[in-house]
C-alpha cells in the first residue's frame, strides 16, 4: 500500500472520481426500452440497455493535479473501452504509461500527434484495474479504466491481491463529480439529465416518443414532440437559409445588428464553436421571422395564439409543477433538465432540474440578443418568437425563466436576437 500512496503523490493527484451509475430505461409508462444507449457525456462512458431496459456504467473521471484548471486548456484526455480519446491543442508528444494498481509500470506508448481529436489504443489490455499516467511537456493526468474482459467491474476489483483492497475501496467511495446522463435511442427523444453523485442506483429515464424528424434548408435534422394536438421541435432552429434558399444575412458587429431593419442572425457571443451552434440553436431577429420563409415546408414558426394553445393544454391537463389546473405554472414542464442557473424558488424552472421537461419540449436557457448589439442571458432564461406583430416597434414572444414557474408572454423590440421553435402546420 506504501507504493500506491508514493505513486500517487509523486503524481500531486488531488481526488478520484469513480462513476457507479445503474437504472432502469422505459418509455412514458412503464414498457422497459431495449438497446438504449446510455451515456456519460462528459467522460464518454456508457452503456446499452438489457431486454429489461437496464443498465449499467461502473468506471471512472479523471484524476487531476492541483494545476487541472491549466491542464484542462491543453489536454482532454478519458477512456472509452480499450481506447483513449484525446483532445490536444498544439502539436505534442504524448507518452501513456500503464500501471496496476500497486503502482508497478506494465507498459507505455510515446507517440507525437498534431492538434485536434485523436484515439490511440491502450498499452496494456488485460483483464483488471489499471491507471494511465498520460503526459505531454507541460501536463499530466492520471485515468482509471476498468476490466476490458466480460467480468464486471466490482468482481473485477475483488479479484485484485489483498494490498490493493484499500484503494479498491477508495475508488468505490462516493464522489461529488458533475456529468450529464443521456439516453439515446431511435424513435425517442434523446434524454439529457444532470447528476451529481458517482453512486448512483435506481435511476428512472421515462423516454418521451418522437413525433419525427424535420429538416432545414441547410440540412439540419430536429427531433419534435406531440403535445395535445400540436407537434412542436424540440431544439432550436440554426438554419442560415430560407426555404426559397435566399441566405440569411450574418450579423457579426453590433453596430451593424443595432442598425438592422432586415433579415439577420447571429450566435450567441458570436461562438463559432459548432456543439454550441447546434445546442443553443441561432438567435435571429424578427425580420427574419417575418419573411414567412424562415420554416421548411409543411412547418411554420408559431404565432402568439399557437402560444397559448400549448400554455392552455398543458394547463388544463396537469403539467403545472404543482398539479393544479387552475394557474399558469407549466415552466419546469416545457424546460429542458440541464443548463439552468439553479434556483432555490419552489416551482422556479432552475429549481430541482430532474422533475422538468414532462412535454418533452426542452427548452434551454438560450439568452438573446440586445437590439443594441450586446449578449444577455444565457443560463437564466430563454424568449422564443412568435410571428405576430404588436406594432411597427414590437413582436410578442413566449418564454421560461430560471426563477419563475410559468410559461412568460412579452412583448420584445423587433430588433432583438431571439430563438427560434417550429410548429408542424
Given at each position: 500500500?506504501?507504493?500506491?500512496?508514493a505513486?500517487?503523490?509523486v503524481?500531486?493527484?488531488?481526488s478520484?472520481?469513480?462513476a457507479?451509475?445503474?437504472?432502469i430505461?422505459?418509455?412514458?409508462?412503464?414498457?422497459?426500452?431495449?438497446?438504449a444507449i446510455v451515456?456519460l457525456e462528459?467522460?464518454?462512458?456508457m452503456?446499452?440497455?438489457?431486454?429489461d431496459?437496464?443498465f449499467?456504467?461502473?468506471?471512472?473521471?479523471v484524476?487531476?493535479?492541483n494545476?487541472?484548471k491549466r491542464?484542462?486548456?491543453?489536454?482532454?484526455?478519458?477512456?472509452?473501452?480499450?481506447?483513449l480519446?484525446?483532445?490536444?491543442?498544439?502539436?505534442?508528444?504524448?507518452?501513456v504509461t500503464?500501471?496496476n494498481?500497486?503502482?508497478?509500470s506494465?507498459?507505455?506508448?510515446?507517440?507525437?500527434?498534431?492538434?485536434?481529436?485523436?484515439?490511440l489504443?491502450?498499452?496494456?489490455r488485460?483483464?483488471?484495474?489499471f491507471?494511465?499516467?498520460v503526459?505531454?511537456?507541460?501536463?499530466?493526468f492520471?485515468?482509471k479504466?476498468?476490466?476490458?474482459?466480460?467480468i464486471?467491474?466490482?468482481?473485477?476489483?475483488?479479484?485484485?491481491?489483498?494490498s490493493?483492497?484499500?484503494?479498491?475501496?477508495q475508488?468505490?467511495?462516493?464522489?461529488v463529480?458533475?456529468?450529464?446522463?443521456?439516453?439515446?435511442?431511435?424513435?425517442?427523444?434523446t434524454?439529457?439529465?444532470?447528476?451529481?453523485?458517482?453512486?448512483?442506483?435506481?435511476?428512472?429515464?421515462?423516454?418521451?416518443v418522437?413525433?419525427?424528424?424535420?429538416m432545414d434548408?441547410?440540412?439540419n435534422?430536429?427531433?419534435s414532440?406531440?403535445?395535445?394536438?400540436?407537434?412542436?421541435?424540440?431544439?432550436?432552429?440554426r438554419?442560415?437559409?430560407?426555404n426559397?434558399?435566399?441566405?440569411?444575412p450574418?450579423?457579426?458587429?453590433s453596430?451593424?445588428?443595432?442598425?438592422?431593419?432586415?433579415?439577420?442572425?447571429?450566435?450567441y457571443?458570436?461562438?463559432?464553436?459548432?456543439?454550441?451552434q447546434?445546442?443553443w440553436g441561432?438567435?435571429?431577429?424578427?425580420?427574419?421571422?417575418n419573411?414567412?420563409n424562415l420554416?421548411?415546408?409543411?412547418?411554420?414558426?408559431?404565432?402568439?395564439?399557437?402560444?397559448?394553445?400549448?400554455?392552455?393544454f398543458c394547463?388544463?391537463?396537469?403539467?403545472?409543477w404543482?398539479?393544479?389546473?387552475?394557474s399558469?405554472?407549466?415552466?419546469?414542464?416545457?424546460a429542458?433538465?440541464?443548463?439552468w442557473?439553479?434556483?432555490?424558488?419552489?416551482?422556479?424552472?432552475?429549481?430541482?432540474?430532474?422533475?422538468?421537461?414532462?412535454?418533452?419540449l426542452?427548452?434551454l436557457?438560450?439568452?438573446?440578443r440586445?437590439?443594441?448589439g450586446?449578449f444577455?442571458g444565457?443560463?437564466?432564461h430563454?424568449?422564443?418568437w412568435?410571428?405576430?406583430?404588436?406594432?411597427?416597434?414590437?413582436?410578442w414572444?413566449?418564454g421560461?425563466?430560471?426563477?419563475?414557474?410559468?410559461?412568460?408572454r412579452?412583448?420584445?423590440?423587433?430588433k432583438?436576437?431571439?430563438?427560434?421553435?417550429?410548429?408542424?402546420?
Amino acid at each position: 500500500m506504501n507504493c500506491i500512496k508514493a505513486f500517487l503523490a509523486v503524481l500531486n493527484v488531488a481526488s478520484f472520481c469513480v462513476a457507479n451509475i445503474s437504472g432502469i430505461v422505459t418509455d412514458t409508462g412503464t414498457t422497459p426500452i431495449p438497446h438504449a444507449i446510455v451515456l456519460l457525456e462528459k467522460s464518454g462512458q456508457m452503456a446499452t440497455t438489457g431486454a429489461d431496459g437496464s443498465f449499467t456504467i461502473s468506471t471512472s473521471a479523471v484524476i487531476l493535479d492541483n494545476n487541472a484548471k491549466r491542464l484542462q486548456n491543453s489536454l482532454s484526455p478519458k477512456i472509452c473501452g480499450n481506447l483513449l480519446i484525446l483532445s490536444i491543442a498544439k502539436r505534442s508528444t504524448v507518452k501513456v504509461t500503464a500501471f496496476n494498481l500497486k503502482g508497478k509500470s506494465i507498459s507505455f506508448l510515446i507517440k507525437t500527434i498534431e492538434p485536434g481529436n485523436h484515439t490511440l489504443p491502450l498499452p496494456q489490455r488485460g483483464a483488471g484495474v489499471f491507471l494511465y499516467k498520460v503526459k505531454t511537456d507541460n501536463s499530466t493526468f492520471l485515468l482509471k479504466g476498468t476490466t476490458v474482459s466480460n467480468i464486471p467491474y466490482r468482481k473485477s476489483l475483488a479479484t485484485q491481491d489483498k494490498s490493493s483492497i484499500p484503494l479498491a475501496k477508495q475508488m468505490q467511495s462516493k464522489t461529488v463529480i458533475n456529468d450529464v446522463i443521456a439516453a439515446t435511442k431511435s424513435g425517442y427523444l434523446t434524454y439529457r439529465v444532470v447528476i451529481g453523485n458517482s453512486d448512483t442506483s435506481g435511476i428512472e429515464i421515462k423516454m418521451i416518443v418522437n413525433a419525427g424528424d424535420v429538416m432545414d434548408q441547410d440540412g439540419n435534422v430536429y427531433q419534435s414532440v406531440r403535445i395535445g394536438n400540436q407537434v412542436w421541435t424540440v431544439e432550436n432552429l440554426r438554419t442560415t437559409r430560407l426555404n426559397n434558399g435566399e441566405e440569411i444575412p450574418h450579423v457579426a458587429n453590433s453596430n451593424s445588428w443595432a442598425d438592422l431593419t432586415t433579415p439577420g442572425y447571429c450566435y450567441y457571443k458570436n461562438s463559432i464553436n459548432a456543439n454550441d451552434q447546434q445546442k443553443w440553436g441561432a438567435l435571429y431577429n424578427w425580420y427574419a421571422v417575418n419573411t414567412g420563409n424562415l420554416a421548411p415546408e409543411g412547418w411554420h414558426v408559431p404565432t402568439d395564439e399557437d402560444w397559448t394553445e400549448l400554455e392552455k393544454f398543458c394547463i388544463s391537463n396537469r403539467y403545472n409543477w404543482d398539479g393544479n389546473t387552475s394557474s399558469n405554472k407549466i415552466g419546469k414542464s416545457l424546460a429542458a433538465t440541464t443548463d439552468w442557473i439553479s434556483s432555490d424558488t419552489l416551482g422556479g424552472v432552475g429549481n430541482d432540474m430532474q422533475l422538468n421537461n414532462r412535454t418533452g419540449l426542452s427548452g434551454l436557457p438560450s439568452g438573446y440578443r440586445y437590439d443594441g448589439g450586446a449578449f444577455l442571458g444565457q443560463n437564466y432564461h430563454v424568449n422564443w418568437w412568435s410571428t405576430t406583430e404588436i406594432d411597427v416597434a414590437d413582436a410578442w414572444c413566449c418564454g421560461l425563466n430560471f426563477q419563475r414557474e410559468n410559461l412568460l408572454r412579452s412583448n420584445t423590440y423587433k430588433k432583438y436576437g431571439l430563438p427560434v421553435r417550429l410548429l408542424m402546420d
